[in-house]
């Protein structure tokens, strides 16, 4: 995704697969190479994660720890890793970098304790680390980019589905690209979403994707909103950027112009 995005910035791309463009390195299993691509580069951003319920979640820490590593053989430049709002679990508020996590999901659990392990890392290696707690990136996420008919997306007694903090991906990359430029100023957690919380299924009506309303069960999350405030220091967000139809533009642009991985 972010590939399309930034075309003309000296980035080094890195797969486990490689491939036009990319550098093939497993960063768990080749950790000197790791450390050569970091050389001479400002920053490290670790968007490599495993997100399956059913996998072996550790390797999420794993990752960053290695991220790190290389960071601190390149001369202790600044690593991003990509965390989620998962970690917050369920509330009714708009959740700060300040409050207490209690994460539901083995995916939100196992992300916390990669953002403690890695901040542990950090300071004893002389690494600044910023752990972004990303909320739902359009196209990249379980409603759009999971869409298949028919659909069922879980409704609540009050006709509300779920309530989730988004991002688009335009919006993500250049909230990324600023949050890169000053990576030594970045706090060690640090949300990053649009503004507000947006309703699945006016996301997805908005997008023109079919779904039929399912009973919740006792165990879905109705909210899970995020604030920004924190964020607001570093990036900016147009007026209006978290409206369902201001996402599903940018989600749509993106797909258009194939900016598509």
């Given at each position: 995704m972010l590939r399309g995005f930034w075309k003309d910035r000296p980035v080094s791309w890195l797969s486990r697969a490689g491939g036009a463009g990319l550098i093939a390195n497993d960063p768990l299993n080749d950790p000197r190479g790791l450390s050569r691509a970091a050389m001479g580069q400002g920053a490290v951003l670790c968007l490599a994660g495993i997100v399956s319920n059913t996998a072996d979640l550790s390797a999420n820490t794993d990752l960053a720890l290695a991220g790190i590593r290389a960071a601190a053989e390149a001369g202790g430049i600044p690593v991003l890793l990509s965390s989620s709002a998962a970690v917050y679990g369920r509330g009714d508020r708009s959740w700060t970098e300040q409050d207490i996590t209690r994460p539901e999901s083995r995916y939100g659990q196992a992300k916390l304790r990669m953002e403690d392990h890695a901040l542990a890392l950090g300071e004893k290696l002389s690494v600044p680390v910023c752990n972004l707690r990303i909320g739902n990136v359009a196209g990249a996420?379980?409603?759009?980019?999971?869409?298949?008919?028919?659909?069922?997306?879980?409704?609540?007694?009050?006709?509300?589905?779920?309530?989730?903090?988004?991002?688009?991906?335009?919006?993500?990359?250049?909230?990324?690209?600023?949050?890169l430029a000053r990576g030594r100023q970045l706090p060690n957690r640090l949300n990053l979403a649009l503004p507000g919380a947006v309703d699945v299924g006016e996301l997805m009506t908005c997008a023109d994707l079919a779904w039929t309303p399912v009973v919740a069960p006792h165990t879905a999350i109705p909210k899970v909103e995020m604030d920004v405030a924190l964020l607001n220091r570093f990036h900016s967000f147009a007026p209006g950027a978290g409206e369902p139809s201001a996402i599903i533009g940018d989600w749509r642009r993106w797909k258009e112009t194939g900016e598509t991985p």
């Open positions: 996420d379980t409603f759009l980019a999971g869409w298949r008919q028919p659909f069922g997306l879980h409704q609540f007694a009050d006709g509300t589905t779920l309530r989730r903090s988004y991002i688009g991906p335009r919006a993500l990359s250049d909230a990324l690209a600023d949050l």
